[in-house]
């Protein structure tokens, strides 16, 4: 006999039953609508498809990953097609990345973004985009033109909100009035803008000197900011001198004398204020700093080729999908008409390829970190301002902001000659943080600027207006192409010529056998001061008087040592005669890398096997220092039994890693939140290895004690000590009792969140876009630099955001792999498809050749006029 669905239920439960499964057919449902939708935007990549516009039958191979391969018989049809597959994969990534750099994000996303379009369209990156199109080279304006065309084309054929991605899809239900504008060669220079806020240089750290000095004297704020260790950790270019007007590798090096230091306090709550404009952006927070690079590249005499070996893994924060795209961009027929064979990581919005290597050259980059941007205090009143007791007119223009379902929104910009008026973009400094007054200038000259937001004893106001390099229009667009078609070192330091901003470490090496390093950028000559402080704008005595020529930049070309390291550690010794700046990182990671190359020297041949572990050396910098100290100190039975034989490394099953970190992170909370402000230790980097490193033989230092205890005086034995307590305590609290079974790699996860949605505070959206948590090794300021802030927690909140090894000898030897995948469409296969190889340190072939090519090839699409 048949029994009736819920005839077995009681009655009261059957309409509970039946509601359950009205509510599962729903959710079927609607999962079948959701993956109709998902599906309905993934990109074909087999068979044949109509591009009006082109020249000649184009074709793009993909392998397994879904990296593109794209062969075309002109540059036209090359950068046209390279502008529609990046649509293909990633339109949503690029229409949201031009609606950021616009200041336009409230379009989208209504007033919630609001506050991040006041800060960039004050900055004005846009504004500064298209000041940049006229100064560009004829051939790098044509390619950004044929890229335009080819993102408009994919742009024609996908009309609908479900046609483009889901983010479109899931942006409809709020806002179903949107739709994207065509593409336009300043959407794809704004977005450089963006890149180099992510990498300016130590605006940060002149931010938290200001902070730090309202509540503790300036020569203890000094304390903080150690000098580089020059005597333990070796710069980039350890030879070499400025002569005649140039840099020569072989001159001697004379040490220079003293510059004159200006140094300067700015009210902190402004600062604060300042401080915040990046996290707005999601690029810093309170750690930006610490957000560095890796790479090197070792010459033929110490590999097994007898042909150099080059690795890079830039350091950025993680999101899903990866700020890289892997691309190949392929002339038929190499010629002086057509000259790309190029392989590498793209953006998505931009032609060319940023890092990678042709069929001669490979190149990588890292943050160079000069000092490009300085904070002016000004004294103003209404729209004026004072210079050398003379008070000028600001410029001005309104603003206006789009802001879905409300009205817009007017905003004032006011700029003085040194840039645009910050402190009040996210509400007056008066409003936002009143506090006590300013010291300006040379520590205890007491030259009061006044409190910020109030008028000061000449009855003025304060006001801070930020100059920076990259506000200025430039030409570094024309260095992606020029890198791309480079054959010799001349022509690669050409390229690196036109690299304005962001200023990067640019490494070298060829099938010829050469390494080599430029540091390029647009670096300003100041006339008094080193930026290390807001400066007096009302002076007119610290102004910048030029830029240090790019023939006196430091450079390197097949040095002696057989290899080249850089890592934002510093570029050349305390000799060199121009100034790029005193905010370095500390030289951990690099000192490191320059450790690991010397051991492998006399073991035999270095390898891709070599560069690969190089780049997954996950030891702890401070552990070696800091751990006799700790056991010195009375330590825990955790400490002597988990440091005992512990080879200082950071792996994802380590247990004296995990006990290691959180004895850190209490250590730099216990001594230093007491008397620093919301900044705090700032992340816990490398700066401060070398702080605490300076206090572990100061037992008595003032900063060991903590002063908010009464009728006592705390010593590093004490917080040494408390700090172990700490950490035993919260482990055995988030990990267990059995200190044997605790694993850094259940405190340092990563989740991989999607930019826009996967913020959003609904979990079924968000579960549409983020995937993790990884599990993973490493650490900040490791080699394997999987960052964390001691401020907040363990999870990683930056990560290499790829890594790459290129072979010289064979370069289908190259490995590669990104953070996530080649695309932005979620569910596809190559969504996240990356992340285990990326997390386990492993790595995909890296195909030069249309031989190998071809043989890895699984989709081929071509595009037809």
């Known amino acids: 006999m048949r029994i009736a669905p819920f005839a077995r239920f009681p009655r009261p439960l059957r309409w509970g039953a039946r509601i359950l499964t009205a509510v599962l057919v729903l959710a079927l449902l609607l999962a079948g609508v959701v993956t109709w939708t998902v599906r309905r935007s993934?990109?074909?990549?087999?068979?044949?498809?109509?591009?009006?516009?082109?020249?000649?039958?184009?074709?793009?191979?993909?392998?397994?990953?879904?990296?593109?391969?794209?062969?075309?018989?002109?540059?036209?049809?090359?950068?046209?097609?390279?502008?529609?597959?990046?649509?293909?994969?990633r339109f949503w990534e690029m229409d949201f990345r031009r609606k950021t750099t616009a200041g336009r994000l409230s379009e989208l996303f209504g007033a919630s973004t609001l506050q991040v379009d006041k800060v960039v369209r004050t900055l004005g990156w846009r504004r500064t985009a298209e000041r940049e199109v006229p100064l560009l080279?004829?051939?790098?304006?044509?390619?950004?033109?044929?890229?335009?065309?080819?993102?408009?084309?994919?742009?024609?054929?996908?009309?609908?909100?479900?046609?483009?991605?889901?983010?479109?899809?899931?942006?409809?239900?709020?806002?179903?009035?949107?739709?994207?504008?065509?593409?336009?060669?300043?959407?794809?220079?704004?977005?450089?803008?963006?890149?180099?806020?992510?990498l300016r240089s130590n605006m940060d750290d002149e931010l938290e000197r200001a902070i730090d000095a309202s509540t503790v004297p300036v020569d203890r704020v000094k304390e903080l900011f150690p000098a580089y260790p020059f005597d333990r950790h070796q710069p980039i270019v350890t030879a070499g001198a400025v002569r005649d007007g140039a840099f020569s590798a072989t001159a001697p090096v004379t040490k220079t004398s003293e510059r004159a230091t200006v140094s300067s306090r700015t009210l902190a709550e402004v600062s604060r204020?300042?401080?915040?404009?990046?996290?707005?952006?999601?690029?810093?927070?309170?750690?930006?700093?610490?957000?560095?690079?890796?790479?090197?590249?070792?010459?033929?005499?110490?590999?097994?080729?007898?042909?150099?070996?080059?690795?890079?893994d830039p350091h950025l924060g993680p999101r899903i999908p990866s700020i890289w795209y892997q691309a190949g961009?392929?002339?038929?027929?190499?010629?002086?008409?057509?000259p790309y064979e190029v392989v590498g990581y793209t953006f998505s919005g931009l032609p060319g390829v940023v890092i990678g290597h042709n069929d001669r050259v490979a190149w990588g980059f890292t943050n160079l970190g000069p000092d490009v941007a300085d904070l002016y205090v000004e004294h103003t009143k209404g729209d004026t301002y004072e210079v050398k007791g003379t008070w000028l007119p600001m410029e001005t223009r309104t603003e206006e902001i789009k802001v879905a379902g409300r009205p817009s929104e007017k905003l004032v910009v006011r700029s003085t000659k040194h840039g645009p008026?910050?402190?009040?973009?996210?509400?007056?400094?008066k409003?936002?943080?009143?506090?006590?007054?300013?010291?300006?200038?040379?520590?205890?000259?007491?030259?009061?600027?006044?409190?910020?937001?109030?008028?000061?004893?000449?009855?003025?106001?304060?006001?801070?207006?930020?100059?920076?390099?990259?506000?200025?229009?430039?030409g570094t667009a024309n260095a992606l192409l020029a890198l791309n078609t480079a054959s010799n070192f001349d022509q690669f330091r050409k390229a690196a010529s036109y690299f304005e901003a962001p200023a990067q470490n640019m490494i070298y090496a060829d099938v010829d056998g050469n390494i080599g390093y430029q540091a390029p950028g647009r670096i300003p000559v100041r006339s008094k001061g080193d930026g290390q402080w807001p400066a007096r704008g009302w002076t007119g005595d610290e102004e910048w008087t030029g830029f240090i020529p790019f023939a006196e930049l430091p450079m390197a070309y097949n040095p002696p040592e057989g290899f080249i390291a850089t890592a934002n550690n510093a570029a050349i010794g305390p000799g060199y005669s121009r100034f790029l700046t005193s905010d370095w990182s500390y030289g951990y990671r690099s000192q490191r890398i320059?450790?690991?190359?010397?051991?492998?020297?006399?073991?035999?041949?270095?390898?891709?096997?070599?560069?690969?572990?190089?780049?997954?050396?996950?030891a702890n910098g401070i552990a070696p220092v800091l751990v006799p100290y700790l056991l010195r100190a009375g330590g825990t039975p955790e400490a002597k039994n988990l440091f005992g034989s512990w080879d200082f490394g950071q792996g994802r099953d380590s247990a004296p890693a995990a006990y290691f970190n959180a004895v850190w992170s209490h250590?730099?909370?216990?001594?230093?939140?007491?008397?620093?402000?919301?900044t705090g230790h700032a992340g816990g980097g490398d700066r401060w290895y070398e702080v605490v490193r300076s206090l572990l033989d100061k037992p008595a230092d003032r900063w060991w004690d903590d002063v908010r205890t009464k009728d006592k005086v705390e010593t590093r034995d004490d917080m040494l000590a408390a700090a172990m307590a700490d950490a035993t305590k919260e482990l055995r609290t988030r990990l267990g009792d059995s200190p044997k079974d605790w694993r850094w790699g259940d405190l340092h996860t990563l989740e991989l969140t999607n930019e826009t949605f996967g913020t959003s505070g609904i979990g079924p959206i968000e579960w549409l876009f983020n995937r993790g948590p990884l599990r993973l090794a490493g650490g900040k300021d490791a080699v394997d630099a999987t960052g964390w802030d001691a401020t907040v927690g363990y999870e990683v909140n930056w990560v290499p955001s790829m890594r790459m090894v290129a072979d010289l000898a064979d370069l289908d030897r190259s490995r590669w792999a990104n953070l996530t995948g080649a695309s932005g469409h979620a569910f596809h296969a190559n969504y996240d498809d990356q992340a285990p190889l990326w997390a386990d340190g492993e790595s995909a072939p890296m195909r030069q050749t249309e031989r190998a090519v071809r043989a890895d090839a699984v989709n081929t699409l071509r595009l037809v006029p």
């Open 42 to 89: 993934f990109p074909q990549l087999d068979g044949e498809l109509r591009l009006p516009g082109l020249s000649a039958k184009v074709t793009v191979l993909r392998d397994r990953y879904g990296i593109p391969q794209i062969y075309a018989d002109n540059p036209h049809d090359l950068f046209m097609a390279q502008g529609y597959v990046h649509a293909q994969d």
């Open 137 to 198: 080279h004829p051939e790098t304006r044509r390619s950004l033109d044929d890229y335009a065309a080819g993102v408009n084309a994919w742009m024609g054929q996908h009309q609908g909100f479900a046609d483009r991605s889901l983010e479109f899809a899931v942006l409809k239900l709020t806002n179903g009035s949107y739709t994207p504008e065509p593409w336009t060669p300043v959407d794809s220079l704004a977005w450089l803008k963006a890149m180099a806020w992510d």
């Open 273 to 312: 204020t300042l401080r915040a404009v990046p996290s707005l952006l999601g690029t810093g927070g309170a750690d930006h700093a610490g957000i560095g690079s890796n790479s090197w590249v070792v010459d033929g005499a110490h590999t097994g080729t007898g042909k150099p070996l080059l690795a890079n």
């Open 329 to 338: 961009l392929h002339c038929r027929v190499k010629s002086a008409a057509c």
């Open 421 to 429: 008026v910050v402190s009040g973009v996210l509400g007056s400094a």
């Open 431 to 474: 409003d936002a943080l009143p506090g006590a007054a300013a010291n300006v200038g040379e520590p205890g000259t007491g030259d009061k600027a006044g409190e910020p937001g109030k008028l000061a004893a000449g009855g003025h106001d304060v006001e801070i207006a930020l100059r920076w390099t990259a506000l200025d229009p430039g």
């Open 594 to 618: 320059v450790d690991r190359i010397k051991q492998a020297i006399p073991q035999g041949k270095i390898t891709v096997e070599t560069m690969r572990s190089i780049q997954m050396d996950s």
């Open 667 to 678: 250590l730099l909370q216990r001594t230093f939140d007491d008397e620093l402000p919301e």
